[in-house]
């Protein structure tokens, strides 16, 4: 089976926030669509992998938060290249709290739900859940995951359903490239990468340019 297939459905970027007792906590996923209108009601599918997984599974709800186009890429870095086991997440960005949940400020829209089914799958929980709150945030379109390889040319992490390793999804092996090591961005710019400022920071993660790897 040709597994870029899969690319030519249509999918967004999204932050999945929960709570982990107090404390809030969040992953990126790019599966959520609406399955009801009335109760309204959406799935995510998270992996079981991501720490956020136990804690919706815990507290019974969670919110999407919708990302735009001009969303800052450095909350994917935040939200989908580190464990919220051992980072807080939301220490450097602006959100607001609804139904107990964050919801990010720098998104187009948002809802928050309570859990109400979950079908589990060999990797993924799908969640269920009805949304109590929800509202649009802005006026820009909302990032498809396209726009997010295309455009922000920012890579699938590991967990994401989406995720399909290196060696199939590239055609062939190309000259040198310098990858960030943390999320795989790959750098395209047109001065070569040895020549960037030392204060270079990846697009998506903020990481240091000492974190890229010559590939
Ligand atoms: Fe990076």
Redesign the pocket.
């Known amino acids: 089976m040709n597994r870029n297939v899969f690319r030519n459905l249509s999918y967004g970027v999204y932050v999945i926030s929960t709570l982990d007792g107090e404390r809030h906590t969040g992953c990126v996923a790019n599966s959520a669509m609406q399955i009801t209108s009335s109760p309204a009601s959406i799935a995510v599918s998270i992996n079981h992998d991501n720490y956020t997984n136990s804690c919706i599974e815990k507290s019974g709800k969670f919110a999407v938060s919708i990302l735009s186009e001009s969303t800052d890429p450095g909350i994917i ?1 935040t939200f989908g290249f580190q464990s919220g086991k051992n980072t807080d997440k939301f220490a450097d960005v602006k959100y607001h709290v609804s139904g107990g949940i964050a919801v990010l400020d720098d998104c187009c829209g948002y809802l928050v739900c309570k859990v109400i089914g979950k079908l589990e799958t060999a990797t993924h929980t799908i969640f269920l859940g009805e949304a109590l709150d929800g509202d649009t945030v802005g006026r820009t379109p909302a990032m498809t995951y396209a726009y997010y390889h295309n455009v922000v040319k920012g890579k699938s992490p590991k967990n994401a359903p989406t995720y399909i390793p290196e060696e199939e999804n590239a055609p062939a092996a190309s000259s040198e490239k310098w990858v ?1 090591g ?2 795989r ?1 790959e750098y395209d710019g047109d001065v070569p990468f040895e020549e960037l400022p030392d204060s270079y920071v ?1 697009p ?2 903020k ?1 240091p340019k000492t974190k890229f790897i010559k590939q």
Request: charged letters at 0%; glycine letters at 12%; proline letters at 0%.
């Open positions: 870095g960030c943390i999320c961005y990846c998506v993660c990481q």
